[in-house]
């Protein structure tokens, strides 16, 4: 019944390719998330979007970008994967924009670039 | 900007003892706050939240009160279990717009038999 899927689960990818990681929701939420989570840093927010076609940056979006065409899906795109980009990367939506509205999590991608 | 600092891990407790997961917050504005928990190889699930000063969140035999004057949220629980094994979460959203969570880097407990 997971209203939340992430896809792919796993990837190792090479250095200087482009990886796209896609983020499914069948609940028709407004707000979806991209964090990555890494030791020591918690989770951090890459890019969030607040509608078809409206998105912004987080904290660590340097090296990263989005799309979303469709309200169920949340594309994160690493143009040309770098190790720093190794990573365990989480979506997350949230049926409010306001404070106090909790977020629903995905699963997770590990992404490992060699 | 928003910060969030939990105590370091690993905490590992005996079934039956007394849990306190320290949480403190640094913000600009009055914060919702929140505990997530992971479970191995599992996304983060929200635990409890509390949204104003005073408030106790709970769930499942855990709480956690919003302390304004102490900036704290620490997470506490009176009895645990071997299966609250996990890493938990603190984390703050100021809104302003895509109600973005702040988290903090996690801690993770052990409980034994």
């Known amino acids: 019944d997971a209203g939340i899927t992430q896809s792919p689960r796993h990837k190792v990818t090479e250095t200087g390719t482009p990886v796209t990681l896609r983020c499914h929701q069948t609940?028709?939420?407004?707000?979806m998330y991209w964090y990555r989570q890494d030791p020591g840093h918690g989770l951090r927010l890459i890019h969030y979007s607040y509608g078809v076609k409206d998105t912004d940056k987080g904290e660590v979006s340097d090296g990263y970008s989005v799309s979303r065409s469709k309200t169920e899906d949340f594309l994160l795109t690493l143009e040309s994967a770098t190790s720093s980009q190794t990573s365990v990367y989480f979506c997350?939506?949230?049926?409010?924009?306001?404070?106090?509205?909790?977020?629903?999590f995905g699963s997770g991608t590990r992404l490992t670039v060699v | 900007g928003d910060s969030v600092t939990q105590m370091e891990g690993p905490v590992t407790l005996s079934e039956e003892a007394f849990l306190t997961i320290n949480c403190t917050y640094t913000?600009?504005?009055?914060?919702?706050l929140f505990w997530y928990v992971q479970y191995p190889g599992e996304g983060l699930q929200l635990l409890l939240k509390a949204t104003k000063a005073d408030d106790k969140g709970s769930n499942k035999g855990f709480e956690a009160t919003y302390r304004k004057e102490t900036t704290s949220f620490h997470l506490e629980k009176g009895s645990v279990q071997v299966s609250d094994s996990a890493v938990y979460f603190c984390a703050l959203s100021e809104g302003g717009g895509g109600n973005k969570l702040t988290f903090g880097t996690g801690t993770q407990l052990k409980v034994e038999l």
């Open positions: 913000a600009t504005g009055y914060p919702s």
């Open positions: 997350a939506i949230s049926d409010g924009g306001q404070v106090g509205y909790g977020y629903t």
């Open positions: 609940e028709n939420h407004r707000y």
